[in-house]
């Protein structure tokens, strides 16, 4: 449970560009002028008789985004405090292999054509909704979760690697940094297959 709730948060992460594209495209400044100057009596009385037409397709889309956007920002957050957690023995690494392209092609294959949505209708955006729902659940199921372009941008790197004490075992290394082979490092477990890394000189 603790690794799937793992996986969703990077894959929120992952699609950060994502969010903060769909946030710029359904920027509405008079619906945010509404926001901040709300009469919560009017509000309230809006909710109880499920009258929410005031509130557009793009509106949603804006608000879902900004949220998304602040859970990505959390979800690094906690990948970072993941550097004061306690870490593995030092090994050693070899058979180190650059994975990186695999940001690239999740890039391409699964944001950027959605990317272009027509927030102001309503089947698109529920459209919208479902394709990042399937492919949440496809990018969890497969074990795909660092193919993270978000992480690509801070940083972060894909290898795999053999470690020297585990030779008949292939990882996926997601390390803040370069690897090559002889390299020292200690990890953290992400799931069986895929560590977080750091070098140690």
Known sequence: MRNTFLKAILYILSLWLLFFSLAIMSYDKAFLL?????????????????DL??????????????????????????????????????????????????HLAFLTTYIMPLVFTD??????????????????VIYVKTNRFYSNPSLAVIGFRIYKAKIKNEPD???????HGRLISGSKIQYIKLDDDTLLVREIS
């Open 169 to 175: 075992k292939v990882f996926v290394l997601v390390c």
């Open 53 to 102: 037409s005031f509130i557009k397709s793009a509106n949603y889309i804006f608000i879902l985004s900004v949220f998304f956007m602040m859970v990505g920002v959390l979800s690094l957050g906690l990948l970072y405090m993941g550097f004061l957690a306690g870490w593995s023995a030092t090994y050693i690494i070899e058979d180190v292999s650059d994975e990186n392209h695999e």
């Open 119 to 136: 927030v102001d209708k309503k089947r698109t955006a529920i459209n919208l909704a479902v394709m990042i729902f399937a492919i949440g």
């Open 34 to 50: 509404k926001i901040i100057n709300i009469d919560f009596a009017v509000a309230w009385q809006h909710l109880k008789a499920f």
